[in-house]
């Protein structure tokens, strides 16, 4: 193991080969600088998150007790201070993770300003997001090991050497923020080759998970808006792919690929395959392609197609827009199709976007795919786009129904309204709402729940409440009650914004360059010191 005292002994051993030009480094300096910057590129960060994702997977199989989370994050900060927030509580980010929403990518990073979901938004800004949240991530790690950097010194500065002593242990075996992100692709911006491009940029970023969805990506819409479009699965393959190439070639041998499928939802595909041999994917898709049996010649007009189906000759049903539509009510075969074809070609884990949360349509899925490939698992959106609470209201009404109880005092179209806070029916419902990842998780293959646009939300939420307070009558005493007393005694980093931002780090590395002739900010009149007891 390289500790804290061993790495300072290397260090020793360097700047005394050079001779007296290095006199002026300090061994302890450099170490300390070298433990606060653990990974030099975005890569050795893929690398280290991939394989941290791969022994989560395999602790899913032997239990699915051991399911994995995680929250969009739509600006590293947010992001640093989720990781801070869970290593406080729980005492380690193990089976905690970052997602990036493309989502949240278009609605609140774009140049173009905020945008809808559906790959408008410059490709670069999701490299350029990854990029930013392992920035801060990193940063994390800086401050919370110049902490115990402090303590040491406080320590060896009283001669307590039992203190010290657990101070640097500390340092040996400290855990860093830095956690894998599953970070979104869209359906890829473009074709193959453009997808292969920009999977290597957000490989290279730090993304040790890419997930990417089987749309067109010119009519790509948000999973849960209508007209989605999707792809035959030689073109998602394709893009499978040219993700893993982009993965292999960087060196990231066991990147983990999500594919996702949109075709629950998507009633239209752009083209029709060309089918090959018989029972081929081709032909498996078409099948699934809605249209009138053509017998004569005379039911045809100009400009119309024909495809055979088995024996019969079919006249596909096509709009104005030259889209073809699908089989009404064969949504849940194409996206077995689909998960089957993906496993079987690549991909590690599944995405399926549903229209509600209910574990039993999502285990009626999952248990027909894993009827042909046993081990997969799910990737799933636990989507602000659902209404959790009148969904979720709405199951238990209809659970209730069927088992013959008396649900007379509720109307299930109205069951989202406050009157029914508190009933029975409620409070079971939030039961529901409360033990679905556990449940899912064990009855429905999801190995890792995400919510995609949380902090979306709260920022939305938090900046009206405050907004509604210090502009009216409570003031300064808005901000103060609601903000930076929680902060104080929830015991928030952030209260010390200074140091959050790396003031203290600065003075370190002021210290260290210039010795005694540093000029620091953390003096005695620094009003960061009001916080000191914090």
């Known amino acids: 193991m390289h500790t804290y005292k061993n790495k300072t002994q290397q260090a020793s051993q360097t700047i005394h080969s050079q001779g007296p030009t290095w006199a002026a480094m300090n061994p302890e300096s450099v170490v300390r600088m070298q433990l606060q910057n653990r990974f030099n590129t975005g890569l050795d960060i893929a690398k280290y998150t991939a394989k941290i994702m791969r022994e989560d997977m395999a602790s899913y199989d032997k239990d699915p007790a051991n399911y994995t989370q995680s929250l969009g994050c739509w600006h590293g900060f947010i992001g640093q201070q989720k990781m801070i927030s869970i290593k406080k ?53 800086a401050r919370e090991l110049q902490h115990l950097f402090k303590e040491m010194d406080d320590a060896r500065a009283a001669g307590d050497q039992v203190r010290e002593q657990a101070a640097q242990q500390k340092v040996d075996n400290f855990e860093t923020h830095v956690v894998p992100i599953i970070a979104d692709i869209d359906a890829g911006f473009g074709n193959e080759e453009a997808t292969y491009l920009l999977a290597k940029k957000m490989i290279e970023a730090g993304a040790c998970c890419i997930q990417i969805e089987n749309q067109v990506s010119d009519a790509k819409q948000c999973g849960h808006q209508d007209g989605k479009v999707t792809v035959p699965h030689e073109d998602f393959l394709a893009k499978i792919n040219a993700v893993r190439y982009a993965f292999l070639e960087l060196g990231v041998d066991d990147g983990v690929i999500v594919a996702r499928t949109d075709s629950l939802g998507a009633g239209l595909t752009q083209k029709i395959p060309v089918s090959q041999t018989p029972g081929d994917l081709a032909e498996q898709y078409n099948a699934f392609i809605d249209g009138e049996e053509v ?73 027909r795919i894993r009827d042909v490939m046993p081990n997969a698992k799910l990737v799933y959106n636990n989507s602000p786009s659902f209404n959790w609470t009148l969904n979720f209201r709405q199951q238990v009404f209809d659970a209730w129904l069927e088992e013959g109880q008396d649900v007379s005092q509720y109307q299930r179209e109205k069951l989202m309204s406050q009157d029914y806070d508190g009933s029975m029916l409620a409070e079971e419902a939030d039961e529901r709402i409360r033990r679905f990842q556990k449940d899912a998780a064990a009855q429905a293959g999801i190995f890792h729940h995400l919510i995609t ?35 104080i005694r929830q015991g928030l980093a952030c209260v010390k914004h200074q140091d959050m931002s790396g003031s203290n780090i600065g003075d370190d590395h002021k210290e260290y360059f210039s010795g005694e002739q540093a000029l620091k900010a953390s003096g005695k009149d620094n009003t960061m010191n009001q916080f000191a007891a914090v």
């Open 295 to 367: 017998t004569s010649l005379a039911q045809m007009k100009s400009g119309d197609m024909a495809i055979k189906m088995g024996e019969r000759l079919i006249k596909p049903t096509r709009l104005a827009n030259g889209l073809v539509r699908f089989k009404p009510n064969t949504g849940e075969d194409r996206v077995v199709l689909d998960c089957i074809t993906s496993l079987q070609n690549g991909a590690d884990l599944l995405w399926i976007e549903t229209e509600k949360p209910h574990i039993g349509q999502i285990a009626a899925i999952v248990n």
């Open 89 to 141: 509580h729980f005492g380690t980010t193990r089976s905690r993770y970052l997602y990036l929403s493309g989502w949240m990518v278009a609605a609140m990073r774009s140049e173009f300003g905020p945008l809808p979901d559906q790959s408008m938004h410059e490709k670069t800004s999701v490299p350029a997001l990854i990029e930013e949240l392992y920035t801060f991530l990193k940063q994390a790690d």
């Open 453 to 487: 646009l949380p902090t979306y939300h709260t920022a939305a939420l938090s900046t009206d409440n405050l907004a509604k307070d210090y502009f009216g009558e409570l003031g300064m005493l808005g901000y103060v009650r609601e903000v930076q007393r929680k902060e």
